[in-house]
């Protein structure tokens, strides 16, 4: 059909759209002819019958890839005019220019056979609504996305072949470098390969990427760090990130590795990656240059920080950490056979362990399997170790000071690189400064401020290196040494020492069990504890489960006796102090901070009524006491009267609490009350204690005959 058949008048009422896209900014440069017939396309639009102010040209996309839309700004400008009904015919010098993907092509042809758009290309005009034209705009979109990937797969085969060779040229980690013939080769400076030497000795000691940085920190050390797309190398300090960086890279065990991760896009156009799994790596060839560790040593290290994860599995051995849990990431349920968490709980100002059996919480919501107390199951375990590394501890004595001095030996030698490395640095701005000419004062200044700067640093180098000495000898003065010493006598007291890290005794204890496996039984009260040695030995230790807050702080069952029998000639202030003289304490005093705690007359009253004791009035009733009003009445007397013969002791008077009492009546022959200046009531209650006395007396010696 011809061309200008197609094109109607409301085509020309609205715009032409030229659409021009080169894929990148070198063919934007070097390929000027390809842009110049772009914009020729203007020519066809006004030969169709469009004017030339109704011509909008999109340029924006200049230097981007048409494999996808989502990074296009022109393209997306262009689709949304076209479905606003804004444009009456799009223009584009090939199908290529517009999109190389299927997805975005159709998208587009929908668009314009619903608004009624042309297309135009280099050769001809197409109606998008019109089944033919549609058809072949579809077949051409089909072969421009075809050609997109035959051209990727040309390049992408060719570096491939090249890879699985081990020719290919990718940007090498710090410490490699490419010499002359293109092979690869360690880098000939000598710090960065001792430092990079020193980081992988100190991840074999520690089993740590966050532990390794510290111990960077600690020691003062920087590591090296190379600029992207650049051969400078800066020493800085070592971080987390840089430290899973070096250790996930196969190239520093030597191996030339390639295609580890997949890329993707996604519907956004957002790249996507994914790690692969190294067997299913495009090229992996070990031992094709130096390296600084071995393959092995390199496996080893990616399963200790697969160990290290937060998350816990069925079986995860966590390194050591700062926690008062002895068993941490080593001990296993024996209920389920899952591995047992470590939790904390601050109870009255002192942190408690436990080890807690959570996945059936975590996963499905049921009750924890169990919940065993870890101090005393700690304590055991302790004693187990210390018994059994005693006759092995003269060894270990010399081999911490060994692994300790030399440790420090090669820290030193690392700082004096860096000294060295910063006199060289010095030496060069001064043979820079005395090469200038003395006139030209604005570069004389300039490299005499450089040289100042070099010496600046050269100075706190060595005084850094000089205090590091210094710290050095001191952690390894005569108190350490005598520390290292009594190891051989007695392991148990530096194993019991306070200043000895957590970290420290999990990590011995690594180095002697495998795992440790816990069964709680609630009935008897204690917990089994099956301990597997490193090459295979076991053993079982029971431990006796703490008992509860409440039977901590019960008081014991010989001290209620004691009350017991106290209240038949005692009231409860006098039972008080009785229990505190003798030195007995409250079921208080079992927790932490009230060892001190002492009976009162209110913890004596508490235990009579919490078990069931008689009370003191209730004793002094079934001995024949009468209250006040009652031995009134059986005397015949006042209540004042009474109470000052109680005082002169004529009728005996019995306290049931610190101010209440009852009376005991006298013998059978109930005294009278008189007034008589002759007879006072003293006189009368001396005539009745020596009466009473000889009584006694007399019943005595009767008893004797």
Same mark, same amino acid.
């Given at each position: 059909?011809?061309?200008?058949?197609?094109?109607?008048?409301?085509?020309?009422?609205?715009?032409?759209?030229?659409?021009?896209?080169?894929?990148?900014? &070198? %063919? @934007?440069?070097?390929? !000027?002819?390809?842009?110049?017939?772009?914009?020729?396309?203007?020519?066809?639009?006004?030969?169709?019958?469009?004017? +030339?102010?109704?011509?909008?040209?999109?340029?924006?996309?200049?230097?981007?890839?048409?494999?996808?839309?989502?990074?296009?700004?022109?393209?997306?400008?262009? @689709?949304?005019?076209?479905?606003?009904?804004?444009?009456?015919? $799009?223009?584009?010098?090939?199908?290529?220019?517009?999109?190389?993907?299927?997805?975005? /092509?159709?998208?587009?042809? #929908? *668009?314009?056979?619903?608004?009624?758009?042309?297309?135009?290309?280099?050769?001809? !005009?197409?109606?998008?609504?019109?089944?033919?034209?549609?058809?072949?705009?579809?077949?051409?979109?089909?072969?421009?996305?075809?050609?997109?990937?035959?051209?990727?797969?040309?390049?992408?085969?060719?570096?491939?072949?090249?890879?699985?060779?081990?020719?290919?040229?990718?940007?090498?980690?710090?410490?490699?470098?490419?010499?002359?013939?293109?092979? $690869?080769?360690?880098?000939?400076?000598?710090?960065?390969?001792?430092?990079?030497?020193?980081?992988? #000795?100190?991840?074999?000691? @520690?089993?740590?990427?966050?532990?390794?940085?510290?111990?960077?920190?600690?020691?003062?050390?920087?590591?090296?760090?190379?600029?992207?797309?650049?051969?400078?190398?800066?020493?800085?300090?070592?971080?987390?990130?840089?430290?899973?960086?070096?250790?996930?890279?196969?190239?520093?065990?030597?191996?030339?590795?390639?295609?580890? &991760?997949?890329?993707?896009?996604?519907?956004?156009?957002?790249?996507? !990656?994914?790690?692969?799994?190294?067997?299913?790596?495009?090229?992996?060839?070990?031992?094709?240059?130096?390296?600084?560790?071995?393959? #092995?040593?390199?496996?080893?290290?990616?399963?200790?920080?697969?160990?290290?994860?937060?998350?816990?599995?069925?079986?995860?051995?966590?390194?050591? &950490?700062?926690?008062?849990?002895?068993? %941490?990431?080593? !001990?296993?349920?024996?209920?389920?056979?899952?591995?047992?968490?470590?939790?904390?709980?601050?109870?009255?100002?002192?942190?408690?362990?436990?080890?807690?059996?959570?996945?059936?919480?975590?996963?499905?919501?049921?009750?924890?399997?169990?919940?065993?107390?870890?101090?005393?199951?700690?304590?055991?375990?302790?004693?187990?170790?210390?018994?059994?590394?005693?006759?092995?501890?003269?060894?270990?004595?010399?081999?911490?000071?060994?692994?300790?001095?030399?440790?420090?030996?090669?820290?030193?030698?690392?700082?004096?690189?860096?000294?060295?490395?910063?006199?060289?640095?010095?030496?060069?701005?001064?043979?820079?400064?005395?090469?200038?000419?003395?006139?030209?004062?604005?570069?004389?200044?300039?490299?005499?401020?450089? /040289?100042?700067?070099?010496?600046?640093?050269?100075?706190?180098?060595?005084?850094?290196?000089?205090?590091?000495?210094?710290?050095?000898?001191?952690?390894? +003065?005569?108190?350490?040494?005598?520390?290292?010493?009594?190891?051989?006598?007695?392991?148990?007291?530096?194993?019991?020492?306070?200043?000895?890290?957590?970290?420290?005794?999990?990590?011995?204890?690594?180095?002697?069990?495998?795992?440790?496996?816990?069964?709680?039984?609630?009935?008897?009260?204690?917990?089994?504890?099956?301990?597997?040695?490193?090459?295979? =030995?076991?053993?079982?230790?029971?431990?006796?489960?703490?008992?509860?807050?409440?039977?901590?702080?019960?008081? =014991?069952?010989?001290?209620?006796?004691? @009350?017991?029998?106290?209240?038949?000639?005692? *009231?409860?202030?006098?039972?008080?102090?009785?229990?505190?003289?003798?030195?007995?304490?409250?079921?208080?005093?079992?927790?932490?901070?009230?060892?001190?705690?002492?009976?009162?007359?209110?913890?004596?009253?508490?235990?009579?009524?919490?078990?069931?004791?008689?009370?003191?009035? +209730?004793?002094?009733?079934?001995?024949?006491?009468?209250?006040?009003?009652?031995?009134?009445?059986?005397?015949?007397?006042?209540?004042?009267?009474?109470?000052? /013969?109680?005082?002169?002791? *004529?009728?005996?008077?019995?306290?049931?609490?610190?101010?209440?009492?009852?009376?005991?009546?006298?013998?059978?022959?109930?005294?009278?009350?008189?007034?008589?200046?002759?007879?006072?009531?003293?006189?009368?209650?001396?005539?009745?204690?020596?009466?009473?006395?000889?009584?006694?007396?007399?019943?005595?010696?009767?008893?004797?005959?």
């Amino acid at each position: 059909m011809n061309e200008k058949l197609k094109v109607q008048s409301h085509h020309l009422e609205r715009g032409a759209y030229l659409y021009i896209r080169q894929s990148s900014m &070198r %063919q @934007v440069m070097e390929n !000027v002819e390809s842009t110049k017939r772009q914009y020729d396309l203007r020519g066809r639009a006004i030969g169709l019958g469009w004017r +030339d102010d109704q011509i909008t040209v999109i340029d924006s996309d200049q230097g981007e890839s048409g494999a996808s839309a989502a990074w296009r700004e022109g393209f997306q400008h262009l @689709v949304s005019d076209v479905g606003m009904g804004r444009a009456g015919i $799009v223009m584009g010098l090939e199908v290529s220019r517009l999109a190389r993907n299927n997805a975005d /092509w159709h998208r587009l042809l #929908e *668009i314009c056979a619903l608004a009624d758009t042309l297309i135009l290309d280099e050769d001809g !005009v197409y109606d998008p609504a019109n089944f033919n034209d549609r058809l072949l705009l579809g077949l051409k979109g089909t072969m421009s996305e075809a050609e997109l990937h035959v051209i990727k797969a040309r390049l992408r085969g060719g570096i491939l072949n090249k890879a699985r060779r081990g020719e290919y040229r990718c940007p090498l980690p710090t410490g490699f470098i490419y010499n002359e013939v293109g092979d $690869v080769v360690l880098d000939p400076d000598a710090q960065i390969r001792e430092m990079i030497t020193h980081f992988f #000795e100190t991840f074999s000691r @520690v089993g740590s990427a966050t532990q390794t940085v510290k111990a960077f920190a600690s020691e003062g050390l920087l590591f090296p760090s190379r600029f992207r797309n650049s051969k400078r190398v800066v020493f800085q300090p070592l971080t987390t990130s840089t430290a899973l960086r070096t250790l996930h890279n196969p190239r520093f065990a030597g191996v030339y590795a390639y295609g580890q &991760r997949l890329y993707r896009r996604t519907v956004d156009g957002k790249k996507q !990656v994914r790690k692969r799994e190294p067997n299913e790596w495009l090229a992996c060839i070990p031992d094709a240059h130096p390296g600084y560790i071995s393959w #092995e040593q390199f496996q080893h290290n990616l399963k200790a920080l697969e160990a290290n994860g937060q998350g816990y599995q069925t079986a995860r051995v966590s390194p050591p &950490r700062e926690g008062a849990a002895l068993l %941490q990431g080593r !001990v296993i349920c024996g209920r389920c056979g899952c591995h047992m968490r470590a939790r904390y709980v601050t109870r009255r100002g002192q942190v408690d362990t436990w080890y807690v059996c959570s996945r059936a919480y975590v996963s499905r919501g049921e009750p924890h399997c169990q919940s065993i107390a870890g101090w005393p199951v700690d304590a055991a375990i302790g004693e187990l170790i210390a018994a059994a590394m005693t006759p092995a501890a003269v060894e270990l004595a010399l081999e911490i000071r060994k692994e300790i001095e030399a440790r420090y030996d090669e820290a030193d030698k690392l700082r004096l690189r860096a000294v060295e490395r910063a006199q060289i640095d010095a030496d060069l701005a001064q043979r820079r400064f005395m090469l200038v000419d003395p006139n030209n004062r604005l570069v004389a200044d300039t490299l005499e401020r450089e /040289w100042n700067d070099k010496l600046r640093m050269l100075a706190d180098l060595r005084e850094e290196r000089a205090r590091a000495l210094r710290e050095d000898r001191a952690t390894l +003065d005569d108190a350490i040494r005598d520390r290292l010493i009594a190891m051989t006598a007695d392991f148990k007291t530096v194993w019991c020492d306070p200043t000895l890290p957590n970290r420290e005794r999990k990590r011995l204890l690594a180095y002697l069990v495998e795992d440790v496996t816990l069964l709680k039984f609630q009935a008897e009260g204690e917990t089994r504890i099956h301990i597997r040695f490193r090459g295979g =030995r076991t053993e079982t230790l029971t431990t006796q489960n703490p008992k509860s807050s409440a039977q901590q702080v019960k008081t =014991r069952p010989e001290v209620v006796e004691l @009350v017991d029998k106290l209240l038949d000639d005692h *009231i409860c202030a006098e039972i008080a102090d009785i229990l505190n003289a003798r030195g007995i304490r409250p079921g208080g005093s079992a927790r932490r901070g009230k060892a001190d705690a002492q009976f009162t007359d209110l913890r004596v009253i508490y235990l009579v009524k919490q078990y069931g004791l008689r009370s003191r009035y +209730d004793r002094l009733r079934e001995r024949g006491m009468l209250t006040k009003a009652e031995a009134c009445a059986k005397l015949g007397i006042t209540e004042c009267t009474l109470v000052r /013969w109680a005082k002169y002791g *004529i009728v005996k008077r019995h306290a049931y609490n610190g101010y209440i009492g009852l009376y005991e009546l006298p013998g059978p022959h109930v005294p009278a009350k008189q007034c008589s200046r002759w007879n006072q009531l003293a006189h009368r209650a001396e005539a009745i204690r020596r009466l009473n006395s000889s009584k006694c007396s007399d019943l005595k010696e009767r008893a004797v005959v």
